[in-house]
């Protein structure tokens, strides 16, 4: 069993900054893309960033040139610098763990969800 936790959530001004880091943990073999996810009240879940094993990120248009995503000194942790937050940067951030495989005699591959970190930026 693979569990994500996150940490690093909380309530911010305007312009502010907050680093969001995941931790992937449990029986893990190897992870092809690891990321982070938002879903705010009432609207679907939409990618923020994601990094490859290899190191290629990938942003979504929002959040470029304010957002980097980065693999921690620990394996299979990652980090998410937010600069410059805007209230429509308020929502329930998500850490996921895509591609897993748990042991190397197996190909199976897995997705994994954290249970998610609250992000609100007030005005």
């Known amino acids: 069993q693979v569990q994500l936790a996150e940490s690093g959530g909380g309530l911010v001004q305007a312009g502010g900054s907050l680093r969001l880091s995941c931790a992937a943990s449990?029986?893990?073999?190897?992870?092809?893309?690891m990321g982070w996810y938002r879903q705010a009240p009432g609207k679907q879940r939409e990618l923020v960033a994601t990094?490859?094993?290899?190191?290629?990120?990938d942003y979504a248009d929002s959040v470029k040139g304010r957002f980097t995503i980065s693999r921690g000194i620990v394996r299979n942790t990652i980090n998410l610098q937010m600069n410059n937050l805007k209230p429509e940067d308020t929502a329930v951030y998500s850490c996921?763990?895509?591609?897993?495989?748990?042991?190397?005699?197996?190909?199976?591959?897995?997705?994994?969800w954290g249970q998610g970190t609250q992000v609100t930026v007030s005005s």
């Open positions: 990094i490859t094993s290899g190191g290629r990120t």
């Open positions: 996921n763990a895509h591609n897993v495989r748990t042991s190397s005699w197996s190909s199976t591959l897995y997705d994994y």
């Open positions: 449990g029986s893990i073999f190897s992870i092809n893309v």
